[in-house]
């Protein structure tokens, strides 16, 4: 065999922006791998969210229906679930960086010729999608707690999802690269996890609240993709005017309610903070 | 340039514990370096500094031409690692791993297929490329990573005791591996080990014992320089025999794993004159040729096993002080 002799040689080029965008690539590309190659943890994440849509939301139906007007209660409460499922997916893709730590690979990361930065993009946009890909399985059950599959409402929540799972990935990844073991990241999460979910609106109307419910609501982040996904839900409902009211009240600073926009723009730019924070801790990791 | 790595004056301290305390070296391209050591020695320490994963805290060094601190980008182009410590992902194959590490590294695109083969099948792994890590034994794991180390045509590669819990047969043939690597790609490479007969393999060899480098030399000038043989004895006291041996023979004799063990220059000779000469009895007696564990017992006074046991024990000793509480009286 003449080929054995035969070396063949490669070289590793100068650091540039092609070969971080390079790099973002692989490691987005190795969390869908991940998740692709984990069935089961496809339908583990999907129990919760169903649980509280139809368990939850079909039982405390009877108790509220005076105060719904008419409306289902799963309904009302459907836009919180296309939240917390993506929510969970997307804290779990962000313990993959503990996971990485624990067994060894994060260090076959951390010496390659790339900015660490590029890592962390990598891992949020990874979990953004994989938590994207998690929310459409929720969403194509709209029909089930009757909401219409009208494009412009798919597209609309499939957008905020999106944009929802980014920055609670990045939100993860921050508070991951300071914890060394995947015991403590859960238990973490779950401390985080569940307030963000009950402070958010996912499950009641976020108006006349008593003011220190009223304060942490308008600071946890949730609120702001509960409530645009609830209002373009509500947009295509066909329903009184007073249930409207009392159900889709939006959210206010200080008496004004937030456009939609803003309220999108306010997650993007919590999740471009986070983003910057996580990279900057990782960065001072040795 | 003819030198892979030029150390001077390296040091590293975590606070009040000096790890590394000042080493110098150089290794030639294309030679088989070996640090050899017990655990806590600083080989570790040493490795990570050179590979631009631990910032030193005094002296200067170069790896490939490039500045470890100033440079750590183009040291890490030029350098593979290897780490005491598995960094595969177990949840993808073979073949992507290796996959990976070259998109992380920028190869080539048209070049990644041909060179993973290559380094695959030099690895006799190329068979099982399709094959989930998770699945693989330890010995085939470790190939898989010096594969991947390879994955980017380092120059110097980087091995942290490429050979630890593996058993004889897997070493024997990650031996073969690093041998006809240096012959095929004019490899420079740096290992830790501390397995005496292994460290026969290298061009030259450092011992390392507390932080510092004791000597530093080819295999056969270490063990002519102790140009002595060992001599073993099996006795009832060794208090006594060592008190004897240095009275009747002015010889110093420590007792090291379990025997009493002096170093004389013709061993043969001096066995008969020690059973008329010594005045105690002797149970048994062994010689031998000077091995790397008399050069390791030469220059550091215990050998490679006991000083580990003296290190683990410091190490309770420290866990158990942190455990009860510190410095309470």
Known sequence: MTTATQVIRVSVPRRSWRSEARAIKIVWQREIVRFKSDKLRIVTSLVQPLLFLFVLGAGLNQLSRAGTHGVDLKTFIYPGILCISVMFTAMFSAASIVWDREFGFLREMMVAPIRRSSIVIGKCLGGATVAGFQGVIVLALAGLVHVPYTPVLLLGIFALQLLLAFTITAFGVMVAVRIKQMQSFMGVMQMIVMPMFFLSGALYPVAGLPAWLAVLNRIDPLTYAVDPMRRLVFQHLDISPAARLALDPGVTWWGWRLPALLEAGVILALGLVMLGIAVWEFNATE | ?329
């Open chain 2, 1 to 329: 340039m003819n030198l892979a790595i030029e150390v001077s004056g390296l040091q590293k301290s975590f606070g009040e514990i000096e790890a590394v305390r000042g080493v110098s070296f150089e290794v030639a391209r294309g030679e088989v370096f070996g640090f050899l050591g017990p655990n806590g020695a600083g080989k570790t320490t040493t490795i990570n500094m050179l590979c631009t994963l631990a910032r030193p805290t005094g002296g200067s060094a170069y790896v490939a031409g490039h500045d470890v601190v100033h440079e750590r980008d183009d040291v890490r182009r030029n350098i593979g690692l290897v780490f005491q410590d598995p960094t595969l992902d177990g949840y993808l194959t073979a073949r992507q791993n290796l996959q990976l590490h070259a998109e992380l590294y920028g190869v080539q695109s048209q070049l990644i297929e041909p060179r993973m083969q290559q380094v695959l099948e030099m690895v006799d792994l190329w068979d099982r490329r399709d094959g989930v890590v998770a699945t693989f034994s330890g010995g085939m794991r470790r190939r898989l990573e010096i594969a991947r180390g390879l994955m980017h045509s380092p120059r110097v590669l980087f091995l942290d005791e490429p050979t630890i819990g593996l058993d004889p047969q897997t070493r024997s043939s990650i031996w073969r591996y690093i041998r006809e690597l240096q012959e095929a790609e004019e490899i420079t490479i740096f290992m830790t080990t501390h397995y005496m007969d292994e460290a026969e393999f290298c061009d030259r060899i450092a011992i390392m014992d507390r932080g510092e480098i004791v000597v530093l030399d080819t295999p056969e000038a270490l063990k002519a320089s102790v140009g002595a043989d060992r001599v073993r004895i099996q006795t009832d006291d060794d208090d006594a025999a060592i008190a004897a041996l240095g009275e009747r023979f002015d010889v110093e004799a420590t007792v090291s794993e379990g025997a009493v063990t002096f170093f004389v220059p013709s061993g043969e000779e001096f066995v008969p004159r020690l059973f008329a000469e010594l005045g105690l009895p002797i149970r048994s007696v062994s010689v031998s040729r000077p091995t790397l564990d008399d050069v390791f017992m030469t220059y550091t006074g215990s050998t490679i096993r006991d000083a580990e046991s003296d290190s683990s024990a410091m190490r309770n000793q420290i866990m158990m002080r942190v455990m009860t509480g510190g410095g309470r009286r």
